[in-house]
């Protein structure tokens, strides 16, 4: 049968049985990351991070100084408690260079944490990798770190402190900061997806978790037999590893340091798994 082509209509339709179509079912078993598919998806991600940070400062009075604030007011009542009434060897600019790392790490924690659930209408309705996410609300964070940072800079210029040749590894403890931020975070997402009362979980344990952490204090306040065992705080070696590129203060043993890194990578790694386990779950379960 001949087939007539109109100057409207220039090719074709394809027969029915020719059109080809993808079907999307969940797979089985545990499954690895697959970074191309991420990579592949990543305006995507940075879409997400910017309308993160778009939507946090929409409509705020004080804008950009929440950034400031947080670690601002952490310094303040860290320095009351640990230094005038615990009398522990500290001074404002030193826990003021903690409270960097540690609000970056608590708010990329929380949107992480909450990342899912604040999606649920983009995952029940478009297909793409749900480790986008968590990672776009983890980098929204990375805003109110830079301007905290730069107090951090201006501080340091009062108390005339001039950072060392350490200050070069910097980024690996920023680094490690997102790390811990990622391992946590992925845990308490996936599981937030199917018990909503991880969400009033997450501030009562970031707030536990600053105690258990040298910010208010350092950590040669702490025993030293009991050192290495404090670096199963992954934020323990981290903390004291940032508070010495940037001040010069003594360096993080190796053994804490070591011990706090292999938590993040193990945290990390396990985290990946299961989120990626209870993905297939996420848009029956939200």
Not at 96 to 120: D, E, R, Y
């Given at each position: 049968?001949?087939q007539t082509i109109s100057p409207t ?278």
């Amino acid at each position: 049968m001949s087939q007539t082509i109109s100057p409207t209509n220039p090719t074709p339709a394809p027969p029915p049985d020719a059109l080809s179509t993808t079907v999307i079912e969940p797979r089985v078993g545990w499954q690895p990351i697959d970074l191309r598919e991420i990579w592949h998806y990543r305006d995507l991600l940075f879409f997400l991070a910017w309308r993160d940070i778009k939507v946090r400062y929409k409509q705020t009075s004080l804008g950009a100084a929440w950034a400031v604030l947080q670690p601002l007011m952490t310094m303040v009542v860290f320095t009351i408690v640990f230094g005038k009434f615990a009398k522990m060897n500290t001074s404002p600019v030193i826990i003021f260079c903690a409270a960097v790392p540690w609000t970056l790490f608590a708010s990329a924690l929380s949107n992480a944490g909450n990342s899912l659930i604040s999606n649920q209408n983009l995952i029940s309705k478009v297909y793409f990798p749900r480790l986008i996410i968590p990672i776009a609300s983890i980098l929204s964070a990375l805003v109110d770190f830079a301007i905290a940072f730069a107090v951090l800079l201006v501080m340091m210029g009062c108390y005339r402190i001039v950072p060392g040749w350490s200050v070069v590894l910097l980024p690996v403890f920023i680094l490690l900061v997102l790390m811990s931020a990622m391992a946590v975070g992925l845990w308490l997402s996936a599981l937030n997806v199917e018990y909503r009362d991880i969400r009033y979980i997450i501030p009562f344990l970031t707030q536990l978790w600053v105690f258990a952490s040298p910010v208010g204090y350092k950590s040669s306040e702490v025993p030293e037999q009991w050192r290495t065992l404090y670096g199963l705080n992954p934020m323990a070696g981290v903390i004291e590893g940032f508070r010495w590129a940037m001040l010069g203060e003594v360096a993080p043993s190796f053994a804490m340091m070591g011990v706090s890194t292999a938590m993040i990578v193990v945290l990390l790694i396990g985290g990946l798994f299961y989120f990626r386990r209870m993905e297939k779950t996420f848009a029956d379960l939200i």
